[in-house]
């Protein structure tokens, strides 16, 4: 707190030994909006996951520091916070304090247009800073933008879709009776330079990482899901009823997976130095893609996990990697990671392994294939997985022996236990 007690600092909270910088990347609240005690202010970004900070104090946002795109290290001021005793009924700052310096102006409300044709206050639009940037340059009406962005957001794509919409018809008017120009529209060649984000530039760091300090090796198998698939379909109901949440493919999975890990400890190890070190547990690591980039929260003891609890913990990583609530804790350690390029529609790829595992199981897309049973040609869903692995710590054989028992576990389903 500052030397005036009515107004509160809103400080860069500490989120980790290893986390030294973050970056703004959004403000939730404007100078003048109203604040609860504990109500998310602004969102932070880490090289490893989105965290919000909170307000400390009920109040209003008395002002904005730090810009979003400023990068900052803990303890740094983000913005101040007026108590709720220091603020004047109807006031959108503390009573007797001018504006804070250099803090952007509160937005005036947007207005959506009533049936009477008298304009009305409507909720505000959230729109990134590339976004704001491009529409002023290229004189649209925000109203005539569609948000597509996460929480409703407009972003780069949404005005890159308005302006495309509205360019033939303006072309129209202007060209009427005209001969068609020979240049090209002004702007197709354009350009727009971006910082990569902390996280995008974690990333890639330890993209290159991987391939610079591990001999990576990939192998390849493919799996009938027909089995997998008639039991989902028909313990979906019951599973559901019972546990709240849809029985899935990933836990088939990440069952499959720690059962051929426990037959090939060398896809759980590490390279330490000189030695390689061998875990008895199992935290297996689910990558999972957002609108800043793929992150990795990991199942702690997968191991003692049933199918309904991998199942909730995989939706609650989705949704919270949506929303940018995942915490930098969730993303840390690992043993073992699966991927699942298939939910984008990817037949085959080859994953790259996170340091410093030892190999990453890839999941691709459920494609109908004719293939050979018993002698006769049948049409089956049929998935490619590929195993990425660490070749100064796991064989060949040992890579093609773990494929094998993914294989005929999600083959013979009933060979896991699955509790309903």
């Known amino acids: 707190m500052n030397s005036d007690s009515t107004t509160v600092e809103l400080k860069v909270p500490a989120l980790g030994e290893s986390i030294a910088e973050v970056e703004v990347v959004e403000w939730l609240k404007q100078p003048g909006d109203p604040v609860s005690k504990d109500e998310s202010v602004v969102v932070l970004e880490t090289d490893k996951a989105a965290v919000e900070v909170p307000s400390p104090v009920a109040g209003r946002l008395a002002g904005i520091l730090k810009a979003v795109g400023a990068r900052v290290r803990i303890g740094e001021v983000l913005g101040q916070v007026a108590a709720a005793a220091a603020v004047q009924p109807g006031s959108t700052r503390p009573a007797g304090a001018p504006p804070t310096a250099g803090a952007p102006a509160a937005p005036e409300p947007v207005r959506s247009a009533s049936p009477t044709g008298v304009s009305s206050p409507a909720t505000p639009v959230r729109i990134t800073p590339v976004a704001a940037k491009m529409l002023a340059e290229k004189e649209l009406p925000l109203d005539a933008i569609q948000p597509s962005g996460p929480g409703g957001r407009v972003i780069k794509e949404d005005v890159l879709r308005a302006e ?122 689910i990558a ?62 080859t994953p790259i392994v996170n340091p410093p595992q030892s190999g990453v199981l890839g999941m691709h897309a459920i494609q109908e294939r004719p293939v050979a049973v018993n002698g006769q040609v049948v049409i089956r869903p049929m998935m490619y997985v590929a195993l990425t692995y660490d070749h100064r710590i796991v064989d060949g054989r040992e890579a093609v022996v773990f494929l094998r028992h993914v294989k005929t576990l999600i083959e013979e389903p009933p060979r896991m236990l699955i509790e309903i």
């Open 164 to 285: 495309a919409k509205a360019r033939p018809a303006a072309a129209a008017v202007v060209n009427a009776g005209a001969p068609a120009a020979s240049a090209p529209p002004a702007g197709d060649r354009e350009e727009e330079r971006v910082p990569m984000s902390l996280l995008r530039r974690r990333i890639a760091e330890r993209l290159v990482q991987a391939q610079h300090t591990a001999a990576l090796l990939t192998t390849f198998n493919e799996i009938d899901m027909a089995s997998v698939i008639a039991l989902r379909r028909e313990v979906q109901e019951q599973f559901q009823e019972r546990y709240q949440v849809k029985l899935g493919f990933m836990s088939f999975f990440t069952k499959a997976v720690i059962e051929a890990l426990k037959e090939v400890p060398q896809l759980n190890a590490e390279i330490r130095g000189v030695e390689i070190v061998y875990r008895n547990y199992f935290d297996i690591g």
């Open 288 to 349: 999972v893609g957002s609108d800043r980039g793929l992150v990795v929260p990991v199942l702690r003891h997968a191991e003692r996990m049933s199918f309904a609890e991998i199942e909730r913990a995989v939706a609650d990583f989705a949704l919270r990697a949506k929303e940018r609530k995942l915490r930098p804790e969730d993303l840390e350690g690992g043993t073992f990671t699966i991927t699942n390029g298939g939910v984008y529609g990817s037949l085959l790829s």
